[in-house]
C-alpha cells in the first residue's frame, strides 16, 4: 500500500488507521452545536464535575512557593513513591519505591509498558467492552489486540475459558479494567482468581490490570486489586492507577504503574526518550492527594452513586432499554437493540447504536457515546459525572426521543 501524504510528508503505517477518539469527537461536535446557540446536555465525557480537592491544591502551592519547579528524576520524585507505596500498605499490598513509576496519565503507562514489552505481532488480549484507546495504543505500539467479546450476562468480565481461547504463542498481555469504562463491570475476588489457572500454565503472559476507577465501586462490592487477588503473579502483573477520577484531577495528568522492578526500569527507559518525568507540580498535587483526608473519597462516592441509582432507574423505565447496575465507575452502558430497527418521526430507520445516537443528538440535544466504539454494538454509554440536573433533563430528553420511535 502506497503510503499518505499529507503536505509531502509521508505517514507511518501504525498510525494510518489510528483516528481522533470518537469521544472527542462527540464532545467537539456537541461544543460546536452549543456554541451555534441550541441546548445540548453532554452525558459522553468520563471527567468528575468536582473540583481538585483544596489539600492537593494547597500542595501544589507549597511546592511552587519551594521552588519545586526543576526538572524530577525519570520515573518520579521519591516523595511520590513513597506516597504511593504507603497507600498500598493501607491496603495490605507491600511493594517497594523500585516497583513505582509516575507518568503523565495513565495512558502514559499504558504506553511505556506496550512500547516496552512489543514487539511486531506480539499480542494483547483485550475484553470487549473495552475503553477505546487501548486498541489504538496497542496498535501504535507494533501490537496486536485481540479483542474478545465479554457477555452482559456474564457481567462483562472476561471467563477463564475465554482467556484459554485466545492465548496464543504470541499473546504477550492480557489487558483487564475493574472498575471498568464503559461499563461499570468489575472482577471480584472469586472471578479474578479464575483466571490464575489459564496463567499459570502460560509463564510468559503478562498480566495488566487499570484500575483506575478503584475507589469508585457501590453497594457492598468490595474492590480487589490484581496485585491483591493474585499475588503468585506479582513477578508478571503491572498495575495501572492514578488520582484523576478519584480526585478529579484529570487535567493534571498524572497516573502511575506498579510493577516488577526490571520492567518498571523498562518503562522508565521509554519515558525519559518520550516524555521524561511528569510535571514536577502534578507529582506534588498527587502526594497531597494520596497523603490528605479519605473521607472525600467516600462522599465523592456517594454522590457518584446517587446518581447511577437515578440514570439506571430512568433508563430501565425507558421501553427498549435495559440497564444493569454497574458495580463501580461512573458510568452505565445500557443495551439499546430493542430500539433498533424503528423509525423516526422523519422515516429514518434507526438500525445501529450509532444511527441512535446520532438521533439523540440531533433530536433531543443529549450527546451520548454508542458501544460500537467501545466494541460493544447495541449499547450506548452515559457518563453520570455531571450534575444532577442535567442527568434529569438528559433522562427526560432521551425518553422522550425514544418514545417517539416507532
Known sequence: MDKMLENGIALAERVRDIKVSFIVRISEDAAARKKAGEDIISLGTGEP????????????????????????????????KTAIVAEYARKGMAIETGNVIASAGAKQVLFNAFMATLDPGDEVIIPAPYWTSYVDIVTICGGVPVVVTTRGDNGFVLSPEQLERAITPRTRWVLINSPSNPSGAAYDGDQMRALLPVLQRRPGVGLMSDEIYEHLVYDDFKFVSALEALPELSGRILVINGVSKAYAMTGWRLGYGIGPKVLISAMSVVQGQATSAPSSISQAAAVGALTGPR?????????????????????????????????????????????????????????????????????AGVAVVPGTVFGAPGHFRISYAYAQSALEKGLDRIAVASAALV
Not at 308 to 336: K, T, W
Open 49 to 80: 464535575d468536582f473540583d481538585t480537592p483544596d489539600f492537593a491544591k494547597a500542595a501544589a502551592k507549597a511546592a511552587i512557593d519551594r521552588g519545586e519547579t526543576k526538572y524530577t528524576a525519570n520515573s518520579g520524585t521519591a516523595e511520590l
Open 295 to 363: 473521607d472525600i473519597l467516600a462522599e465523592r462516592r456517594d454522590d457518584f452513586m446517587r446518581r447511577r441509582d437515578l440514570i439506571v432507574s430512568g433508563l430501565n423505565a425507558i421501553d427498549g432499554i435495559a440497564c444493569a447496575n454497574p458495580r463501580g465507575a461512573f458510568y452505565v452502558f445500557p443495551d439499546c437493540s430493542g430500539l433498533l430497527g424503528r423509525t423516526t418521526p422523519d422515516g429514518e430507520r434507526i438500525g445501529t447504536d450509532m444511527e441512535l445516537c446520532q438521533y439523540y443528538l440531533r433530536a
